[in-house]
């Protein structure tokens, strides 16, 4: 919001509906102005709020409007359980939370209003908090019980129970319409805003208080602007509201500004007195009568039920206690709902990061998909290839067959023609037969082709199943576990090496192992590591302390690199994702046996996902 604004200005502020909020300058400046008078000797605030737009990131960690809240009722809320200073979000929350709950003790309705709004600087609803809290401390004396001379106000036949029901502003205005009356004014003022406009009902209320110092010769001016900023000036020199209102805000009938202003001179000025005169002490005393009179029934009704002042003292303390129990609950409310915000912040966090993890996987798991698919449609083709040789082959055999078949029939008729023809017809039966046997055997070798084939595409078909389950199962897998560890934890529940060991499934391999960190300077830094390799898992642990890895890191998906130096012997695993947050690990070796033996288990375990971990998902 800029800081030249003018008072008169409107402030437009979007809403998460979509909707827009509008709220005035005006309001803004008069009741910045009312906190910095209330708050003035608080060494805990610091300074004034100027310019008053300074509000909005002054109020954002709760504390301020906490001080307020026991500015108008003591101890509304427990100083000691608000954070000060509140820098950071989850603290300045808390803060707000308990704000609220005080703001609901005097009477604030905070209905469509939460912590997370006022953090968050919500112009419109943080100006709509703090009326709130400056109307209930304007308004905290306008009762009987601060004013007993309030009973003045009361009409002739009104009974005094019906007069004690009436809201603050009503009885403002009744104040208001008294001095009127005695101001010999019959028009009574029944509003805030546009009765009070042109400043004559000022005029004579000032002159009532203030006597000489506010002269009715101010009606006499034509120009309400003027009359208005002559009411302002005398207001503030008599009654010191400076800055409360302005002429601006009388001329246009805000009403909340003049509400305040109401309230402010009746707090500093009420020229009210208990009535003297024999009437109205009669009337007092008929009213006291009546009290009495449902004091004693009362007393009476009592009496018959046959309730003692003990049992009463005891419902006291029962309704004390229970004061008490829901103020601990109020807090441990608070607490909780802290913990909750806490919670929410980490869940996100690791819906985040599993989104991420999730999203850098599936290309790779749908390339795989596609390749098997690829395969798939290869194998068929060649089986429909295999099916149309063997239906060539059966119409071949058809042919020899008939062939065969005129064969038999020309032999028959050479034996008939005499013997002469005999061998001959012979050794071609016998050359047909042999053609006919390396037909029928390359028959058989086709069909177990055929056969071989259709075992080849059922498998094929399993495999594509197998890691379409394998998809589903690492998509639920990446979206409830945020990192190597917790999903670890998933797997295998204790972490420590004797557990992992005593595991089944692949046997673990151990060591300690020279690990290389980079440092900012651009220097190197070896650290001596206890690792333990399980699966696709590299647990790290430090010599120490085996119960508890410190990082678990997953070795599917990557890439192994070695570099070997005179005398020195390096193994780096880096992974094919391009994210900026995960960083290469490299391990430095004595000898050249040492890092080819764990190039070989770590490259094993980097095709973990495809062999024994889908038979551990689906069991």
């Given at each position: 919001?800029?800081?030249?604004?003018?008072?008169?200005?409107?402030?437009?502020?979007?809403?998460?509906?979509?909707?827009?909020?509008?709220?005035?300058?005006?309001?803004?400046?008069?009741?910045?102005?009312?906190?910095?008078?209330?708050?003035v000797d608080n060494p805990l605030l610091g300074a004034r709020i100027s310019p008053p737009q300074g509000l909005f990131d002054r109020q954002q960690d709760g504390v301020l409007f906490c001080h307020l809240i026991n500015q108008v009722q003591e101890n509304a809320i427990n100083m000691a359980h608000v954070k000060q200073p509140?820098?950071?979000?989850?603290?300045?929350?808390?803060?707000?939370?308990?704000?609220?709950?005080?703001?609901?003790?005097?009477?604030?309705?905070?209905?469509?209003?939460?912590?997370?709004?006022?953090?968050?600087?919500?112009?419109?609803?943080?100006l709509a908090v703090l009326w709130q809290i400056v109307k209930a401390s304007l308004m905290q004396h306008v009762t009987v019980t601060k004013h007993p001379e309030l009973v003045r106000l009361a009409a002739p036949s009104e009974d005094l129970t019906t007069f004690l029901k009436l809201p603050p502003e009503g009885i403002l205005l009744r104040w208001f319409n008294f001095h009127l009356r005695q101001a010999g004014i019959v028009k009574e003022v029944s509003n805030f805003s546009s009765d009070v406009r042109d400043g004559h009902a000022y005029i004579y209320l000032l002159n009532q208080l203030l006597g000489q110092h506010c002269s009715l010769s101010l009606l006499d001016d034509t120009d309400s602007t003027?009359?208005?900023?002559?009411?302002?000036?005398?207001?503030?020199?008599?009654?010191?509201c400076k800055g409360l209102v302005s002429p601006e805000d009388i001329v246009q009938g805000v009403t909340k500004i003049n509400l305040a202003f109401v309230a402010f001179m009746f707090n500093t000025k009420p020229g009210l007195q208990l009535p003297n005169d024999t009437a109205a002490l009669h009337r007092l005393s008929m009213d006291?009568?009546?009290?009495?009179?449902?004091?004693?029934?009362?007393?009476?009704?009592?009496?018959?039920?046959?309730?003692?002042?003990?049992?009463?003292?005891?419902?006291?303390?029962?309704?004390?206690?229970?004061?008490?129990?829901?103020?601990?609950?109020?807090?441990?409310?608070?607490?909780?709902?802290?913990e909750c915000t806490d919670l929410h912040e980490a869940l996100l966090a690791n819906r985040a990061?599993?989104?991420?993890?999730?999203?850098?996987?599936?290309?790779?798991?749908?390339?795989?998909?596609?390749?098997?698919?690829?395969?798939?449609?290869?194998?068929?083709?060649?089986?429909?290839?295999?099916?149309?040789?063997?239906?060539?082959?059966?119409?071949?055999?058809?042919?020899?067959?008939?062939?065969?078949?005129?064969v038999v029939q020309e032999r028959n008729r050479l034996r008939q023609n005499g013997d002469d023809n005999r061998k001959e017809l012979l050794d071609e039966i016998a050359s047909l037969k042999k053609q006919l046997e390396t037909v029928t055997r390359e028959k058989e070798v086709l069909q177990k082709a055929m056969a071989k084939t259709e075992e080849m595409v059922q498998h094929t078909q399993s495999v594509y199943e197998r890691q379409a389950v394998h998809v589903s199962h690492l998509k639920?897998?990446?979206a409830f576990h945020q990192n190597p560890k917790s999903l670890a934890q998933a797997i295998y529940k204790d972490l420590s090496v004797e557990a992992l060991q005593r595991q089944q499934g692949s046997r673990a391999k151990v060591g300690t192992l020279n690990r290389v960190y980079n440092d900012r300077r651009g220097g190197e830094e070896v650290k001596a590591l206890f690792f333990l390799l399980k699966e696709c898992f590299l647990f790290v642990y430090k010599p120490n302390k085996r119960s508890d890895p410190t990082e678990v890191l997953r070795v599917d998906d990557t890439l192994l690199d070695t570099t070997t130096v005179p005398g020195q012997f390096f193994?780096?695993?880096?992974?094919?994702?391009?994210?900026?947050?995960?960083?290469?690990?490299?391990?430095?070796?004595?000898?050249?046996?040492?890092?080819?033996?764990?190039?070989?288990?770590?490259?094993?375990?980097?095709?973990?996902?495809?062999?024994?971990?889908?038979?551990?998902?689906?069991?």
């Open positions: 919001m800029d800081g030249d604004r003018s008072r008169s200005d409107s402030v437009s502020q979007g809403s998460c509906s979509g909707g827009r909020h509008t709220y005035s300058m005006a309001e803004l400046l008069s009741f910045v102005e009312h906190v910095n008078r209330l708050l509140a820098p950071m979000k989850l603290t300045a929350i808390g803060n707000q939370n308990l704000m609220m709950g005080g703001a609901q003790r005097i009477g604030c309705k905070l209905a469509n209003i939460s912590a997370e709004d006022l953090y968050d600087k919500n112009e419109y609803l943080v003027r009359r208005a900023r002559n009411i302002v000036a005398i207001a503030s020199s008599h009654l010191n006291r009568d009546q009290l009495e009179q449902r004091v004693q029934m009362l007393d009476s009704q009592l009496k018959s039920e046959r309730l003692s002042v003990s049992v009463v003292d005891e419902l006291r303390k029962e309704l004390d206690m229970s004061r008490s129990h829901s103020r601990r609950q109020a807090d441990e409310l608070v607490m909780v709902r802290r990061e599993a989104m991420r993890v999730s999203s850098d996987q599936v290309p790779h798991l749908q390339r795989q998909v596609q390749e098997a698919v690829s395969s798939y449609q290869q194998k068929d083709k060649q089986l429909q290839e295999a099916e149309a040789a063997i239906r060539q082959m059966l119409e071949d055999n058809k042919v020899v067959q008939s062939q065969f078949a005129l639920v897998l990446f193994l780096m695993i880096s992974w094919i994702c391009d994210s900026p947050s995960v960083t290469p690990v490299t391990f430095r070796f004595e000898s050249a046996d040492d890092m080819k033996a764990w190039h070989e288990a770590l490259g094993t375990a980097s095709e973990y996902w495809t062999g024994v971990k889908q038979r551990r998902l689906r069991r």
